[in-house]
């Protein structure tokens, strides 16, 4: 071979490696670079809001695909409005509702984090405009109509990088490496992604709806995750707030409806995980930040939006005091343990049980198991046959009551089970303060509700039978007393 020959061949080479890695750079950079996000400011509210919880890695949708969505698909939303129709907090002049993320790991994605169901809002009147209440539940937001309309939109003809792009084109300009990005990677993946899901949710087919402000907490953790059976379990669960954690955590009350954790951390950590996060990209020491916080967030004050009578509310004291502090006060006995539904001191009042059993031994156990080679761990979770009686601080704002939220004012709470509503709409912002809870009938309520039916499995109002024997003057004192906590 002739040194001209060699040479001819090594700068070949050479060209070839600089394009590989070019080609490489552009790969790395278009699909896996992580840029720090950019929010409005940097409090702890705002990344409550809009913050990341590492949702995006895995379960986040590219953002534009996010954004067209609903002006492509309008006839799978619940009613017209686009996103907002699935009952999402927004703000004004923000690109995305409460409870959403938008962080470029590679490109744009969309994820969701706790705001997402930990934000409620309410009005006064139906021409009021919403307020937000950090840390509250969630009781509009349609989270399972929230994933079927992505599904239903994978699952359409017109879900094709054609009509995407073409439906992008009217928003924004992408450039031409976004375009082939888009066109032959995002929209392909993203579509597969989201028919991988459906078919990971098939199992909500077969049983009774979330409805608004409602999910199942820990069945898809248990497809998605530990990879133990759903069953025929039913897990349909009301989103409890998640203020006031310092006295919880000080006094050792248990965490979830029935109780499956005690540490606080092992639910924050797995509330992430449950949202999409990743082992490895849960941002722990955001995640502890809003644990600090959440520590001391003051639940809102009755009084800062309608009256209370206080003559008529310190007469409901001694009753309070007298009927419901051993197991709601903070200090009460049994506050913040789990009944057991066997247990003979719920004299005959025990709720739906279905949640309860929805966390089983086996899922618990595989939960414990789950992270032993990660700095974190999981060793807390158990499996209970009952509820806790959770303590009552903001229980104004937690309509629709009980677990399953089936009650949807507290004053019928107050009464016997036969007398309670049958079924109403869950899922309305506008608060009446009588009742203490949403409206849940009438025009208004329909149009933006979810038919609850309580004869439904896992949605029973039976049981909880405190106080349904006091004389109507003294549910009324207990009732204004109820407000003030
Ligand atoms: C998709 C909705 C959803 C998201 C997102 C979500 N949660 Fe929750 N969270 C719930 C529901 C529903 C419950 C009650 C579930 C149950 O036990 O049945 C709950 C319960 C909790 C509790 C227990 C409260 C108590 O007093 O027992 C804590 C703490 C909590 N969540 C923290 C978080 C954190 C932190 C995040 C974000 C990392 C988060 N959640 C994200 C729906 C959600
Ligand atoms: C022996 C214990 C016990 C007593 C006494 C008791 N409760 Fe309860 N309470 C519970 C338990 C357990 C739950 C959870 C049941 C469930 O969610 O299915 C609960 C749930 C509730 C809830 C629903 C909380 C929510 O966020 O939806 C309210 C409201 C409530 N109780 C009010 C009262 C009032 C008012 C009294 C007194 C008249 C009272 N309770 C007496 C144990 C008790």
Known sequence: MTQHATRRKSLVWIVLIVL??????????????????????????EFFKYGSIGTEDAAGIPFWIWLVLPKMFPEYLPAP????????NWEQGRELPVGFSKKTIGFDRVGINCAFCHSGSLRADAEAA???????????????????FLFASASDPRFSAGNILAAIAQVTELSMVERLLYRFVLVPQTRAALLGQKADFAWTDTRPYWGRGRIDPFNPVKVSILDTPVGDTIGNADMEPIWNLRPRVEAGYAFHWDGLNTDLGEVFISSALGDGATPKSVPLDDVQRLQDWAMDLAPPAFADYFPIDQALAAEGKPIYDAECARCHAFGGALTGQVMRLSDSAWEGGQTDPHRAAMWTPE???????????????????????????VPLDGIWLRAPYLHNGSVPYLSELLESPDARSKAFYRGFDVYDPMRMGFVAEGEDAARHGYWLDTREKGNSNVGHLWGTSLEPDAKRALLEYLKTL
């Open 363 to 389: 899922a618990a156990e595989a939960y414990n198991a789950y992270a032993d080679k990660y700095p974190w761990d999981f060793s807390q979770f158990r499996s209970t046959d009952g509820y806790v009686s």
């Open 20 to 45: 590989a890695l070019m080609i490489g750079w552009l790969a790395w950079a278009n699909l896996f670079r992580e840029l720090p996000q950019t929010l409005a400011d940097d409090s702890i509210e």
């Open 130 to 148: 919403p307020q937000i209440v950090l840390g509250a539940p969630a009781t509009t937001a349609d989270i399972l109509g929230y994933q079927r």
């Open 81 to 88: 409005g686009g996103w907002a129709a699935l009952g999402f």
